[in-house]
């Protein structure tokens, strides 16, 4: 059988020099309720490229990505994991179901249009497949709209499509926290994948910010302690993005003028990932929106 991709890359030396087991290690202070982490990723290219699980009491929320499983493994197997909770079928995300599921004996928790994704695996593009290895297929119960952690403390899941249809937040209103999913990742974007729903992305941020939360756990930025005004901070960005897309727009500029005024122009990642990645993607549905 000829080795896939990963197997060349973790025999190659040079790149075994500057992967990296676990890159950082998280941990948020509140007695029962402390909120572990741990970072992993094959590249560090930004915030993008790596992925932090993050476990409170037994429950872990999401998966991380396949090519890091070795290094996730041992972070997890001495640890004590009775529920596993999947917000969106995306790889670095839900990659490793069935193995957490198989070594932990326990049927994960997926948003119930993520999982027949999930349950097939899914053909991905080649940059992805690089940055995260393809997701192995899994078996998942749906998630209920309600129900709790294994200490009886409640968890709602918010429906919030737009990154992906599937997205689903974790917000657990005794402890104030949110486990954002995709729906945080930074204050500002720059960038949007071609299937990604600007104006429903941005009805669920407002959807979040009527919950009561105030720390958000985002597995690509980290542990956001005023979480609440980043999530304002990022609605009110895309809001003036969608009015002065559309204003530049109405003076007649062109597309490609547009997306240079406001967001710089196309870059590598926009050319690599054949413009499924670009700020195209973004500045397109803005001009949409900001018209209306
Ligand atoms: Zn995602």
Same mark, same amino acid.
């Given at each position: 059988m000829l080795p896939d991709s990963d197997d060349i890359l973790d025999r190659c030396v040079i790149y075994r020099e500057f992967s990296m087991p676990v890159r950082k290690?998280?941990?948020?202070d509140r007695g029962d309720d402390s909120v572990y982490g741990f970072r992993v990723g094959r590249f560090n290219l930004g915030i993008n490229t790596t992925f932090i699980l993050y476990r409170i009491g037994n429950t872990l929320i999401?998966?991380?990505?396949?090519?890091?499983?070795?290094? #996730?493994?041992?972070?997890l197997k001495d640890t004590d994991i009775q529920q596993l909770l999947i917000t969106h079928h995306h790889e670095d995300h839900a990659g490793n179901t069935q193995r957490i599921a198989e070594m932990k004996g326990i049927v994960p928790l997926a948003p119930a249009l993520g999982q027949a994704k999930i349950a097939s695996g899914f053909k991905t593009p080649v940059m992805q497949?690089? #940055?995260w290895g393809s997701p192995v297929p899994a078996k998942t119960d749906t998630m209920p709209e309600e129900f709790t952690l294994t200490d009886g403390s409640p968890? #709602?899941?918010v429906h919030t499509p737009?990154?992906?249809k599937d997205l689903t937040c974790l917000f657990l209103p005794k402890q104030k926290y949110l486990f954002s999913g995709d729906m945080y990742i930074s204050r500002s974007l720059k960038y949007m994948r071609a299937d990604e729903n600007l104006e429903q992305l941005m009805d669920g941020l407002r959807k979040l910010l009527k919950l009561d939360f105030e720390i958000v756990f985002c597995p690509h930025n980290g #542990?956001?302690?005023?979480?609440?005004?980043?999530l304002q901070?990022?609605?009110?960005n895309l809001e003036a993005m969608c009015q002065k897309a559309a204003a530049y727009s109405a003076e007649g500029l062109t597309e490609e003028q547009v997306i240079?005024?406001?967001?710089?122009p196309e870059d590598m990642l926009s050319k690599l990932s054949r413009y499924n990645i670009s700020k195209g993607n973004l500045v397109r549905q803005a001009i949409e929106i900001g018209r209306k």
């Open positions: 290690f998280y941990q948020y999401d998966t991380g990505p396949t090519n890091q499983w070795k290094d #996730i493994r041992l972070q497949k690089l #940055i968890v #709602i899941a737009g990154h992906a #542990i956001v302690e005023d979480g609440k005004a980043a901070d990022k609605l009110n240079e005024k406001l967001v710089g």
